[in-house]
């Protein structure tokens, strides 16, 4: 099995990790979850992140195949359209991001101009389906629980899992958002788990567990079945789901969900503008 070259970029403010996987026979890559930097309390976005990202493509030569997200973020705005303007690529994501369009249309209120078929996208991925980076083979897992469209990119032996799986020591997704589930997520690390052993994770966030002194995001399918702190040493589901629904309880929601939803299910774009050219974010009171 070919091994990607894999080259992390760690998003400090949203502590996310997006990924360029090159294939080491050519030129040709993948950008996984990239960032468009936001400010919540001026309205004004950045593009520090994904400009880091575009000036390694741009260095090594790289030739980019695909833009892919592995589900609707709701913690960061993904800068997909604006690295496809300057370094091209086919944006891609789970077809089931029909169902999470469905859901936030109607609870931001998007009226019937906003199309709910996944149309934003170039690809809708489904369970199953391969596509080619270079010589690299990649391998479409649907693996829903946190989100519903939420997917597992297998590029070579290279497993990028977004937020289905952290590292070890800090556990697995929540699963409280609309369209969430535990005993979901349960069956979807399952699937995970069930790849080779040396195959490599890459998580799409780190937190930095209590205890350990760098940021960290990648690990292995026999690390996190030895070692994850939620499900590893064959946790069963019902402990699984007991876990994961009291701790989701406790947790506050995500600080940019709300633009990153609005943006992210439009792929990246931000919504339309109006007669004057300006541009709003909508804040559904009491909605979420």
């Known amino acids: 099995m070919i091994k990607p070259d894999v080259k992390g970029f760690f ?30 309390s001026s309205g004004r976005t950045d593009t520090k992140s994904a400009d880091e990202v575009i000036a390694y493509i741009k260095d090594q030569g790289l030739d980019v195949k695909w833009i892919l997200e592995s589900h609707v973020h709701a913690d960061h705005l993904s800068a997909a359209p604006y690295i496809q303007e ?9 077809g089931q991001i029909q169902v999470v369009q469905e859901t936030f249309g109607k609870i931001f209120n998007e009226g019937t101009e906003f199309q709910r078929d996944g149309s934003q996208f170039d690809k809708l991925f489904e369970e199953g389906d391969t596509f080619e980076v270079g010589a690299l083979q990649g391998r479409v897992l649907h693996t829903p629980g946190h989100t519903p469209a939420c997917l ?85 589901q019902v402990d699984f789901v007991k876990m994961r629904s009291e701790r989701d309880a406790t947790l ?32 559904p009171v009491n909605g979420l």
């Not at 400090?12 to 936001?38: E, Q």
């Not at 799986?165 to 005993?183: H, Q, V």
């Not at 969900?257 to 919504?271: D, E, H, K, T, Y």
Request: hydrophobic share 40%.
């Open 86 to 94: 300057r370094v091209g690529g086919k944006i891609g994501i789970g």
């Open 252 to 283: 506050a929601m995500p600080k940019l969900i709300i633009p990153s939803l609005q943006v992210n299910m439009r792929a990246g774009q931000m919504p339309p503008a109006d007669d004057e050219g300006k541009t709003y974010l909508k804040v």
């Open 152 to 236: 597992t990119y297998l590029i070579g032996d290279a497993a990028f899992v977004g937020d289905t799986l952290f590292m070890p020591d800090f556990g697995t997704a929540r699963c409280d958002f609309p369209g969430g589930s535990a005993e979901t997520l349960y069956n979807s690390i399952q699937k995970i788990l069930a790849l080779p052993d040396e195959t490599r994770i890459f998580v799409g966030h780190d937190y930095k567990a209590p205890g350990r002194d760098e940021f960290a995001w990648e690990t292995s399918v026999a690390e996190e079945k030895a070692r994850n702190i939620h499900i590893g040493g064959g946790k069963s």
């Open 11 to 40: 998003d400090t403010a949203t502590f996310t990790v997006s990924y360029v996987v090159k294939d080491p026979g050519s030129t040709a890559c993948a950008i996984v979850d990239s960032v468009l930097d936001f400010d919540y």
